[in-house]
């Protein structure tokens, strides 16, 4: 089955878009993406793959595509973990839970995060415990965290605040521009269901949060409001 998800993928190969996506996903030394192998998929093209095995697809061979060095393999099995996920009973989404955090590590660009962190974490934990979202926020680890913050969105979804602010504070030093990123738009996902609540929180922290984050957080506001926090 990995050989079949792999041939798929690979005869839709576009060289003129992978300087593209070199580029964009910062592959060179010393930058996050640094080694990370492309084909140049369209995310349509990849969707379509997935779509198409993601009922055959057994956990082995999603494994396989996981531990590939191209993109677009590890992109196809998070799309086959979402598809299955999506059809799956309570004993099946527990096993694919586990499985997904079980590779963390591997999930190791902020696309990949953000189209399987809030549909598979976000809403398992919907009803459960969430203490494993706080330990990948204080990770060591840049994908984990972004992990454990975007997860939140599955919980912002429902109308459910508390994790994604909390997390969120915990974030607020971070170095990293893709957590800067990510706690913004998760509090800009916040305030498009409670205005106040996210005004409260950056009222609370605005010394602490990078000028990112609040960028992010405050895009849907009013522009005389906006303006008025840039200032602060």
């Not at 060591?140 to 979804?157: M, P, V, Y």
């Not at 010394?207 to 992010?216: D, E, M, N």
Request: aromatic share 12%; no cysteine; charged share 35%.
């Amino acid at each position: 089955m990995y050989k079949k998800i792999s041939s798929d993928l690979k005869k839709l190969k576009n060289p003129e878009k992978i300087k593209v996506y070199e580029w964009f996903f910062k592959t060179g030394p010393g930058q996050y993406g640094e080694g990370d192998v492309f084909l140049g998929l369209t995310s349509a093209e990849v969707k379509n793959i997935a779509k198409k095995y993601f009922k055959e697809a057994e956990f082995k061979t999603i494994q396989k595509l996981l531990d590939s060095k191209i993109h677009e393999e590890r992109t196809a099995a998070l799309r086959i973990l979402v598809y299955k996920y999506e059809k799956a009973d309570e004993k099946l989404k527990k096993q694919i839970y586990t499985f997904y955090l079980k590779n963390a590590k591997k999930i190791n660009n902020w696309d990949l995060v953000d189209v399987s962190a809030p549909n598979i974490v976000g809403d398992y934990l919907l009803d459960k415990d969430r203490k494993n979202l706080y330990k990948l926020a204080v990770s060591k680890n840049l994908w984990e965290k972004r992990i454990a913050i975007i997860s939140t969105f599955g919980f912002i979804r429902n109308n459910q605040f508390e994790d994604a602010l909390k997390i969120s504070e915990m974030l607020l030093n971070d170095k990293h521009d893709l957590i800067h990123k990510a706690v913004g738009w998760m509090l800009r996902e916040v305030g498009k269901r409670d205005e106040k609540l996210l005004e409260k929180f950056l009222n609370k922290n605005i010394r602490q949060l990078p000028r990112t984050t609040l960028r992010y957080a405050i895009e849907k506001f009013p522009e005389k409001k906006r303006k008025e926090y840039l200032k602060k």
